[in-house]
């Protein structure tokens, strides 16, 4: 795991940006699995300036989703479908078809959880994956628990995530009560995978996630294990961590 230490928000942004940029044009045609949230704002940021500017091209790019949360319509702004058409897939050249996520809307959580495992085995494979870390330490939505969660699969939002994510809703009671995401073996399989962190509120999740055991209880600690991690973060999200000089 290579963690690299970025000034702030903007800097960690630039830096995951342009570890990307690497990935599309050292493989044109490769896939992304990609993250929302605020985290990886900045990074589509940048991504878009630079397409604008003529210095990359999604033409042949694929993109995975994490997740998706459950009963959600597409239509609706705090969808993630939503949120990667603002943020990213509208103003690139990426062709719409080739760009996934899990459908909010199957009401059937095992024949969606089973259709998306085979969407991303029909890529296949990702090549570099985008996380964010939640402040529980989870990835994609796997939440802490007793076990890593495999596959695909439907989940139960834990209270602190619900929490956390109240804030793009009008009130807590909005926040849908479910969502599916990509499991920790779908996720441990990308080839490369990118975390971004940036603030001091996830300070203690990066030192469980990065620097603790590796637990179920702390999902982003399985990571620890996979060969080839990238973790840009930022000084504040690094400041209860020792880095080695
Ligand atoms: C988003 C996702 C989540 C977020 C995490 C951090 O697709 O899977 O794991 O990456 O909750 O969220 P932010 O970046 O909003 O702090």
New binding site residues.
Partial sequence: MKIIKAKDYEDMSRKAANIISAQVIMKPDCVLGL??????VGTYEKLVEWYRKGDLDFGDVTTV???EYRGLPRENDQS?YYFMHNHLFDYVNINPERTFLPDGMNDDPEKECARYEEVICATGGVDLQL?????NG????NEPGEFFEKGTHCVDLQPS?IE??KRFFASADDVPKQAY?MGIQTIMMAKKILVVVSGAD?AEAVKNAFFGPVTPKVPGSILQMHPNVVVVADEAALSKCTLPE
């Fill in positions: 993250a929302t949230g605020s985290s990886p989703n994490l997740d993630y996380l964010g870390l939640g402040h989870h990835i994609g939505f995530t956390a994510n995401s996830k």
